[in-house]
């Protein structure tokens, strides 16, 4: 069973930044991975997620919503995903998953392509 281990949530300030990272257990990890939320009251959102670089080039897609705020990156060699938040606004305060997706992640794939989830880390943005 692969295990997804998140960590780097927290209380933040509008307008400052966080770092959230995503272990993986499985050395292999030849897959997608990305980042979802979900705030109080709203349906889980997918925010980015990273392909896997060997056959898919490793290329990303960002939700709109956080396009030029967010940064996502893998470290493949420690498998581990991170997502850069930076300009956090209050519209961001959500637990964030970690998620693995079994072969390429498009952007039209959705929650049920997710094969994998991390327990969730909470992050709050005060105004």
């Known amino acids: 069973q692969v295990q997804l281990v998140e960590s780097g949530g927290g209380l933040v300030q509008a307008g400052g930044s966080l770092r959230l990272s995503c272990t993986t257990s499985d050395a292999r990890s030849r897959y997608a991975m990305g980042w979802f939320r979900q705030a109080p009251g709203n349906e889980r959102e997918f925010v980015a997620a990273i392909n896997w670089s060997g056959w898919s080039g490793g290329n990303i897609i960002y939700a709109d919503s956080v396009k030029g705020r967010f940064t996502i990156s893998r470290d493949n060699a420690k498998n581990t995903v991170y997502l850069q938040m930076n300009s956090l606004k209050p519209e961001d305060t959500a637990v964030y998953y970690c998620?693995?997706?079994?072969?390429?992640?498009?952007?039209?794939?959705?929650?049920?392509?997710?094969?994998?989830w991390g327990q969730g880390t909470q992050v709050t943005v005060s105004s």
């Open positions: 998620a693995g997706m079994l072969g390429t992640w498009y952007s039209t794939s959705s929650l049920d392509d997710v094969d994998y």
